[in-house]
């Protein structure tokens, strides 16, 4: 039996049984006028975890991030961010198109900034050089593999911006599973940062939204933002409901997701296209150009043989581990992505014997 087993991305889960009953009965009213008791208490819950002063509820990570960098960084002024970061990567230029920010990046290697380069690259504005207002850090790195940053990393980060007179914002969107990984707590992330977005959606398993975090100032302001972005919602205490219950019980299996996704990488080690000690967290990122496949071949294969992935690049294959991934999923996805490959090494050598 063919299974379909989608690792594209921890986006795809479905809404468990439990989840389901906590949307139905939840209690809601009109977030619009501030009186929707469950959004008031996810955004009371999530701020208190992060040690800010207030949270607000939005529908998506891309607008959750896009509030915090207006409400730091103004029309003309800088942000200072990863070449690969979500921030400039993957949202659709909001931050130029939308609240006129100038967007400035370097590469990062591995995706953990180093505070050393980023000091360096901080302007203050002085003969009409655009200010840098915000530093951009993305906690655990997407395109990096799901790399975590290291706590000290983002303490010494925090003293440059400090001297500096600038923000740091965090692309939070997978910072649940940088917590659980690392066993850092969350109010010691929340301590290092001025704003954060932090997702629901993703491996906490809820169907939408994420969380902008700081100060009762910023998020009030945000609140203009968001309105301005067509993000304010009304009964949205459904969507609030699901969040609760993913913190709740879904937070601490996010450590089988890493699991999972260590073992999916020690399978395909053999083949030289990952090396498990790259892999920190729930994401595989698999350079099948080093086996002879483009990224667009090697997914096309699999996803017609019901593993699902995603070609970030011209040599890169994604591969997301998921609540909805299961010990039989991943013992599939394993058995067709290194048959793939096998069948490619026998291609390019046919010496080499058949499994």
Not at 265 to 284: F, K, M, R, S, W
Request: hydrophobic share 45%.
């Amino acid at each position: 039996m063919t299974l379909r087993v989608d690792l594209r991305s921890d986006t795809v889960t479905r809404p468990s049984a439990g989840m389901r009953r906590a949307i139905a009965e939840a209690d809601v009213g009109d977030d619009g006028y501030g009186e929707d008791p469950t959004v008031n208490r996810l955004q009371a819950k999530v701020a208190e975890l992060f040690g800010h002063e207030a949270a607000l509820l939005l529908p998506t990570g891309t607008m959750s991030n896009q509030v915090a960098v207006q409400s730091l960084v103004a029309s003309g002024h800088e942000l200072l961010t990863d070449t690969d970061a979500h921030l400039v990567t993957y949202e659709a230029g909001a931050a130029a198109a939308v609240g006129g920010i100038s967007t400035r990046t370097f590469t990062a290697p591995g995706g953990v900034l180093d505070p050393a380069a980023v000091a360096a690259q901080i302007r203050s504005g002085v003969y009409f050089t655009v200010p840098t207002r915000a530093i951009g850090v993305e906690q655990t790195g997407n395109r990096a593999g799901g790399r975590v940053h290291p706590v000290e990393v983002l303490v010494e980060l925090q003293a440059v911006a400090d001297a500096a007179g600038v923000a740091v914002h965090c692309d939070g969107a997978r910072i649940w599973n940088a917590h659980i990984a690392a066993s850092v707590a969350l109010h010691e992330y929340g301590r290092l940062f001025t704003t954060m977005s932090v997702c629901l959606s993703k491996g906490l398993g809820a169907p939408a939204g994420s969380l902008m975090l700081g100060s009762a100032e910023l998020v009030n302001h945000a609140r203009w933002v968001r309105k301005r972005l067509g993000g304010a919602m009304r009964q949205a205490g459904l969507l609030a409901a699901a969040g609760i219950y993913a913190i709740d019980h879904q937070l601490a299996r996010l450590e089988d997701d890493h699991h999972r996704a260590a073992a999916l990488a020690e399978a395909l080690q053999p083949y030289g296209v990952v090396d498990p000690a790259d892999v920190h967290t729930n994401i595989v990122m698999l350079d099948v150009d080093r086996a002879g496949w483009t990224a667009d071949a090697y997914a096309a294969a699999a996803t017609a043989r019901g593993v699902l992935c995603f070609a970030v690049s011209a040599r890169q294959v994604r591969l997301v581990c998921h609540m909805d991934v299961t010990d039989q999923h991943l013992q599939y996805a394993v058995a067709t992505l290194t048959d793939l490959l096998a069948a490619q090494a026998r291609a390019s050598d046919p010496a080499l014997p058949s499994n």
